[in-house]
């Protein structure tokens, strides 16, 4: 059964840095299409980038453009988000996602996820 497990989280300032792993495992990751998604309270969950198989297609979404990157080590096995000039509504839980197939926003498309890791900002 592939797992992901996600760390990184915590208290940050806003304008602060943050980087989130996700370790993948039970799998062949380099096969994964990956992905990181976010959930503030009472909002829906959204989906924030994601990285093909290969590394060299990527997607952000238009909010974290220029502020994240994401990136894997295949070596590793784990899926980072560089988080960078943190606002107060990046807030959220953010999850890692895994699937065999393109980069999709879809979060239904997603088979395999992670616990989340919680990503306060404050002002």
């Known amino acids: 059964q592939v797992q992901l497990v996600e760390s990184g989280g915590g208290l940050v300032q806003a304008g602060g840095s943050l980087r989130l792993s996700c370790v993948f495992s039970g799998g062949t990751f380099s096969t994964y299409t990956m992905a990181w998604f976010r959930q503030a309270p009472g909002e829906e969950r959204e989906c924030v980038a994601g990285i093909s198989w290969s590394g060299r297609s990527t997607y952000f979404a238009e909010f974290v453009k220029g502020r994240f990157t994401i990136s894997r080590d295949i070596a590793a096995n784990t899926v980072y988000l560089q988080m960078n000039s943190l606002k107060p509504e990046d807030t959220a839980i953010y999850y890692c996602?895994?699937?065999?197939?393109?980069?999709?926003?879809?979060?239904?498309?997603?088979?395999?996820w992670g616990q989340g890791t919680q990503v306060t900002v404050s002002s």
């Open positions: 996602a895994a699937r065999v197939g393109p980069i999709t926003t879809t979060e239904a498309r997603f088979a395999t």
